[in-house]
C-alpha cells in the first residue's frame, strides 16, 4: 500500500472530523470515500482502522462508518492533538495542553534532579544554553528544536514512564504553537533563563528549584496562551459507570 496515499486518506478524514465538517453521526460508506479520496477499498480501510484506534469512528454491519462526538476522540493522541492545533478548537486545545503541563512538567523536574542519569543532567543544561542563544538570535526552527529537545529530556528524566510517553504530545504542543504563529521570534529573556535554571537545577541535584523554575515556566505560558482560548467551551467527558 502506497505510505502517501494511506496517509494522504488518513489526513483527509482525520481533519475533517475533528474540524466539525464530518459532524458527530455523521455516516460514511466505503464505496463513497474509495470514490471521493481516489484511492482503493484497501487503502480506505487501512486509513478507517486508524481512526477507529483514535476513537473518531465506529464502524457497523449494514450502517457503515459513523463518525463519533469529541468525548470519544483520544485526546492524547499526536495526531488528533495537531488536528485539533489547526482548526477552531486550537484555543481549547492548547489550554487542555497548557494545563496538563502544567500540573506534570514541574513534578517531573523534581523528579529528574533526584533521579536523572549524569549524562542526562550535563545535556539538558547544553541543550538549555543552546535554546538561549537561539531565541536570542530569533532563530525560531533551531529554538523550536531545542526547545521539544529540552522538554523531552525533561519527561524522560524524570524516570517516569508515563510522563515519557507524553512527550510526543509535548512535540505537537510546541510544533502547533509556532507553526500557527503563537510563539514570539524572540522569546522573553526571563522565560529563557528559567529553562537554564531548571536545567542547573536538576544537574545541582536540587528537587525544590527544579520544581519552581519549571513551574514559573508554565505559570507564564498559561498567562500568555489564555487570551487564545476565552470563551472556548471545555470537553466534559461523560463518567463510564461499570
Do not use: C, Y
Not at 457497523?60 to 499526536?78: E, H, M, Y
Not at 502544567?102 to 523536574?109: L, N, S
Not at 536540587?206 to 520544581?211: D, G, H, L, P, Y
Amino acid at each position: 500500500m502506497p505510505t502517501s496515499l494511506h496517509h494522504r486518506a488518513i489526513e483527509h478524514l482525520g481533519a475533517r472530523i475533528v474540524a466539525g465538517e464530518l459532524p458527530a453521526g455523521h455516516v460514511m460508506l466505503a464505496e463513497q470515500l474509495e470514490n471521493e479520496l481516489k484511492v482503493s477499498r484497501s487503502v480506505v480501510r487501512e486509513a478507517v482502522r486508524v481512526l477507529q484506534s483514535l476513537g473518531l469512528v465506529e464502524t457497523t454491519k449494514r450502517v457503515g462508518i459513523r463518525v463519533l462526538p469529541a468525548n470519544r476522540w483520544n485526546p492524547f493522541d499526536p495526531l488528533v492533538i495537531r488536528w485539533r492545533l489547526a482548526g477552531e478548537g486550537r484555543g481549547g486545545q492548547l489550554r487542555s495542553l497548557a494545563e496538563l503541563r502544567a500540573a506534570v512538567e514541574p513534578v517531573a523536574a523534581e523528579l529528574a534532579a533526584v533521579n536523572a542519569p549524569e549524562e542526562l543532567r550535563r545535556e539538558l543544561v547544553q541543550v538549555s544554553h543552546a535554546m538561549r542563544d537561539a531565541g536570542r538570535a530569533g532563530d525560531v526552527p533551531r529554538f523550536l528544536e531545542l526547545d521539544i529537545h529540552f522538554h523531552s529530556l525533561l519527561l524522560t528524566g524524570s524516570g517516569n514512564e508515563m510522563f515519557a510517553n507524553m512527550v510526543g504530545q509535548v512535540a505537537e504542543t510546541l510544533t502547533g504553537r509556532t507553526v500557527h504563529g503563537l510563539m514570539p521570534d524572540h522569546p522573553r529573556a526571563t522565560a529563557l533563563q528559567w529553562h537554564v535554571d531548571v536545567a542547573e537545577a536538576i544537574a545541582a541535584g536540587n528537587a525544590t528549584a527544579a520544581w519552581e523554575a519549571s513551574n514559573r515556566i508554565m505559570r507564564e505560558t498559561i498567562s500568555e496562551m489564555e487570551p487564545s482560548w476565552k470563551n472556548q467551551p471545555r470537553v466534559f467527558v461523560p463518567l463510564q459507570h461499570r
